[in-house]
């Protein structure tokens, strides 16, 4: 079915500290992104890169966090257009460093709360991102959205989340990189985690069918967020926060064609690639080309699988 995609530019390097991030927007323009999209039978709208206004009034009382006013200010925005441009469209929001989806899920989550319908949260990354502002030892705010979207502690400055996703509606798919004291809160809380050792063991299909149907059954809405770490950094480097035992190119095609086939997919975030870092635009091409798959390109026509 062919949707109008939204696409929202994010260039938000202050979530870590590795610069080039905010080059991302650019970076998939270039590879040619909103063509590819055409090309499906989409339609396009660019929003352009949007901008913030940083909240100078935000404070923590850990003081290894950086940047919290500029990061804050983006959460804000991106909370606003991503809940506006759900009414309209399937919206992608181009980034940027991950602590974006600190205000795209939120967008998500309000937009969802307002159609009575859950939000459901696919996380494609290497890392857990479950620390608060209290608890990392970095002071990278790129390492927390997941616990404020399952309404952890700690986020004062960024207000209440809108509507908390409830932790078996969220899905740490291709994880291999956590911190003690994120395992620690990890246990806390019925998030359903298929790190690599469960893909190696089980494979991609089975663990990604089974939260899609549970997503299907609960006629949910869901925001998938795609780390470009998620990704085995030999074929895709451009990444500050490099993992090796990522996905292969293969694998990460299959997870794209699966959650095509699903049909539930509303919202996608595109996060941490780092231009500067990469070689010759492999990295920006390839992630264009898994946002094809999602929308729906194929090598065969086969039946659509229903989750029903």
């Known amino acids: 079915m062919a949707k109008t995609c939204i696409l929202i530019g994010a260039p938000i390097d202050a979530g870590q500290q590795v610069a080039g991030c905010l080059m991302g927007p650019t970076a998939y323009r270039v590879a040619g992104l909103a063509q590819t999209l055409r090309e499906l039978g989409h339609s396009v709208q660019d929003l352009g890169d949007v901008s913030m206004i940083p909240q100078t009034d935000a404070q923590c009382d850990n003081l290894a966090v950086h940047s919290l006013a500029e990061v804050v200010g983006w959460s804000k925005t991106l909370r606003s257009v991503t809940d506006t441009a759900l009414n309209s469209g399937f919206p992608i929001i181009m980034g940027g460093d991950h602590s974006l989806a600190l205000g795209s899920v939120a967008g998500a ?96 299909v089975k663990p990604l069918r089974d939260f899609l149907e549970k997503v299907e059954a609960a006629g949910g809405m869901l925001h998938v967020s795609l780390d470009v770490d998620f990704l085995d ?53 390839l992630m264009v080309d898994l946002v094809a798959s999602l929308m729906g390109r194929k090598v065969f026509d086969r039946p659509t699988r229903s989750f029903g």
């Open 109 to 204: 989550a309000k937009h969802a709360a307002a159609q009575g319908k859950p939000l459901f949260l696919l996380w494609l990354d290497a890392h857990s991102d479950f620390h608060t502002p209290l608890t990392t030892t970095s002071g990278n705010l790129h390492g927390t959205p997941v616990a404020y979207i399952a309404g952890r502690n700690g986020f004062d400055a960024f207000g209440p989340f809108p509507a908390v996703i409830p932790p078996e509606n969220i899905c740490l798919f291709g994880i291999r990189s956590v911190d003690p004291a994120e395992h620690a809160a990890l246990l806390n809380h019925d998030i359903e985690i298929n790190d690599m050792r469960v893909l190696d063991e089980h494979g991609i």
């Open 233 to 285: 950094p030999s074929i895709a480097p451009a990444v500050g926060t490099t993992v090796p035992g990522g996905t292969t190119i293969r694998e990460a095609h299959l997870v794209m064609e699966l959650l095509h086939e699903s049909g539930l997919v509303t919202s996608l975030d595109l996060v941490e690639l780092n231009p500067f870092l990469d070689e010759r635009g492999r990295t920006a091409r």
